[in-house]
């Protein structure tokens, strides 16, 4: 987005992306072009904090749930532990108690 010279003038053009291709959209010239200007230029910083606001969220989501995984690993290896020295082994799948062992 910007000011473009042609000729002796400045022109305010927006710039559109459509697919893979980029178009200039006339806005105009003089105060009327800075006004818009200025709003497409406060719209897009409000779309910047808007996109930062969300990714902090999902930063602190991915927190959440890495320490969730990390204490779910935890205690599957403390049940584990706890199983086979208590003499059970998996089968299948299943814990079992050893046979021959009480």
Do not use: P
Request: glycine share 8%; aromatic share 12%; hydrophobic share 25%.
């Amino acid at each position: 987005m910007g000011w473009e010279r042609r000729g002796n003038g400045y022109y305010y053009y927006r710039k559109r992306r459509r697919g893979r291709r980029c178009r200039s959209q006339y806005v105009g010239t003089g105060d009327l072009a800075s006004f818009f200007a200025a709003q497409y230029d406060a719209e897009r910083e409000q779309r910047r904090a808007e996109r930062r606001v969300e990714q902090q969220q999902r930063q602190e989501y991915e927190a959440v749930v890495q320490t969730a995984t990390d204490a779910c690993r935890m205690i599957d290896t403390l049940s584990r532990a706890i199983l086979l020295t208590s003499g059970y082994h998996t089968h299948k799948g299943t814990w079992r108690r050893r046979r021959g062992e009480q």
